[in-house]
């Protein structure tokens, strides 16, 4: 098993900045992808940026130029930085995490910590 846990949320004002962190502990070998997720009041979860083991990264057209997600494999840990944030960024953030091998490709999800974008 592998567990995930965030922190790093609260309340910052807009265009205000914030630094989540995950740290990935248990089975953390085989983790290939690792990356951000959020989830607004009665939306969808949404992508918000990943990244590879070889730290390819991809964000979501909200993120891009704002958001960088970043990772230390040695740690098992992935951060996401925030700035610019909007009071569209409101939502828990889950961290996400994958491990792939040849006959098992399993996700993970942590439990989300709350970020308020509010003046």
């Known amino acids: 098993q592998l567990q995930l846990v965030e922190s790093g949320g609260g309340l910052v004002q807009p265009g205000g900045s914030l630094r989540l962190s995950c740290a990935a502990s248990?089975?953390?070998?085989?983790?290939?992808?690792m990356g951000w997720y959020r989830q607004a009041p009665e939306k969808e979860r949404e992508l918000v940026a990943t990244?590879?083991?070889?730290?390819?990264?991809t964000y979501a057209d909200s993120a891009k130029g704002r958001f960088t997600i970043s990772r230390d494999n040695a740690k098992n840990m992935v951060y996401l930085q925030m700035n610019s944030l909007k009071p569209e960024d409101t939502a828990v953030y889950h961290c996400?995490?994958?491990?792939?091998?040849?006959?098992?490709?399993?996700?993970?999800w942590g439990q989300g910590t709350q970020v308020t974008v509010s003046s």
């Open positions: 996400h995490a994958r491990r792939s091998g040849r006959y098992y490709d399993i996700p993970y």
């Open positions: 990244i590879t083991s070889g730290n390819t990264t």
């Open positions: 248990g089975s953390t070998f085989s983790i290939t992808v």
